[in-house]
């Protein structure tokens, strides 16, 4: 069993930057390709980004627009989102989640494991 803390969310204002983190509990931790999605209010959850076990390939929605990078930290069991000129429409709660699989993927159905979320919001 995997399980998936995030951290890292606030308030801030557009453009500027944010870190997320999820840290993850077994250790399989580096055998996993991992993703974050985000889910606004009244909306879908959606993906945002997903890196490989290896942390050599990644893959990223494309309203990212260069502005996010994932990374991972497999001696650390962590995952981060780096955000960067953030804006309004990004704001929403940010989950982690966790595949059984080593290779990217950018669909919610792939995804085995889930944290709990962090709210990130942006003012404009």
């Known amino acids: 069993q995997v399980q998936l803390v995030e951290s890292g969310g606030g308030l801030v204002q557009a453009g500027d930057s944010l870190r997320l983190a999820c840290t993850a509990s077994g250790r399989t931790f580096s055998t996993y390709a991992m993703g974050w999605f985000r889910q606004a209010p009244k909306k879908e959850r959606v993906f945002v980004a997903s890196i490989d076990w290896r942390g050599s390939s990644d893959y990223y929605a494309d309203f990212v627009q260069g502005r996010f990078t994932i990374s991972r930290d497999n001696a650390k069991n962590t995952v981060y989102l780096q955000m960067n000129s953030l804006k309004f429409e990004d704001t929403a709660v940010y989950y982690c989640?966790?595949?059984?699989?080593?290779?990217?993927?950018?669909?919610?159905?792939?995804?085995?494991?889930w944290g709990q979320g962090t709210q990130v919001t942006v003012s404009s």
């Open positions: 989640a966790g595949r059984t699989s080593p290779l990217v993927a950018g669909s919610p159905g792939e995804y085995r494991y």
